[in-house]
């Protein structure tokens, strides 16, 4: 079955960094496009942008330029998204979720969903 | 604040309907397909409906969607105490080029 299995917990002090792992099974992963999800305690989801898993490029949702980053290792079909210089408040859950993006010409719209969601890495930033 | 407006919070009794809203506006909503989510208590959001109205496998057709104009719509029929979650709704926002998503809204069954 489809899944994506993400990276466990993270404890990090102001400052550092760190990488959360989504390694997805079940499919072909460069058939896909892999997106990042936020959910900060007691919050709702707010989208950090996307990744193209042919050709790497990634684009980021304002608010999340600079200090984030999306990248990928196809030989193991896996996503990473790396955040630096991190502050108290990102700490939040992050998910991978494979992304059904674009555009449809038959009806004019965009498409944008998100199916299976990774299980979530909360990533705690605390001195 | 989010892009997309949801009632903060729905209730009602096992075995009834409940209606949840989605407002959006004519560069979201009124122009692109919308998803929703179901978030149940410490766990990651669930795929329930997408392109409006379509339900993935395995979702029961309990769950259903529609859309008209800047504004789309979950209902949810049978309700069991097993559907108490979070819903979300989310859509392409082409004048901002980024996926929004409403602020969720918390199902009470009673």
């Known amino acids: 079955q489809v899944q994506l299995v993400q990276s466990g917990s993270e404890v990090k002090k102001p400052g550092a960094s760190v990488k959360v792992s989504c390694k997805a099974s079940?499919?072909?992963?460069?058939?896909?496009?892999m997106s990042w999800v936020r959910q900060a305690p007691g919050q709702g989801l707010e989208w950090m942008g996307w990744i193209n898993t042919n050709t790497g490029n990634a684009t980021y949702a304002q608010g999340f330029k600079g200090r984030f980053v999306f990248s990928l290792d196809t030989s193991v079909s896996t996503a990473y998204l790396q955040i630096s210089s991190l502050k108290a408040e990102d700490t939040a859950v992050y998910y991978c979720?494979?992304?059904?993006?674009?555009?449809?010409?038959?009806?004019?719209?965009?498409?944008?969903?998100?199916?299976?969601w990774g299980q979530g890495t909360l990533v705690t930033v605390s001195s | 604040q989010s892009v997309l407006t949801q009632p903060p919070s729905v209730s009602a009794a096992p075995g009834q309907k409940v209606t949840i809203s989605c407002s959006g506006s004519s560069s979201d909503i009124g122009i692109n397909f919308v998803s929703w989510y179901q978030q149940l208590p410490g766990t990651a959001p669930k795929l329930l409906i997408y392109e409006d109205n379509k339900r993935p496998s395995g979702i029961p057709d309990r769950f259903s969607g529609s859309k008209s104009g800047t504004s789309a719509t979950l209902d949810i029929t049978g309700l069991q105490t097993g559907d108490e979650a979070d819903y979300y709704c989310?859509?392409?926002?082409?004048?901002?080029?980024?996926?929004?998503f409403g602020g969720g809204t918390k199902l009470s069954v009673l």
């Open positions: 989310g859509t392409w926002d082409s004048s901002l080029s980024v996926v929004v």
């Open positions: 979720a494979r992304a059904d993006l674009g555009y449809d010409f038959l009806t004019g719209y965009h498409k944008a969903w998100f199916d299976p």
């Open positions: 079940g499919y072909i992963f460069s058939t896909y496009a």
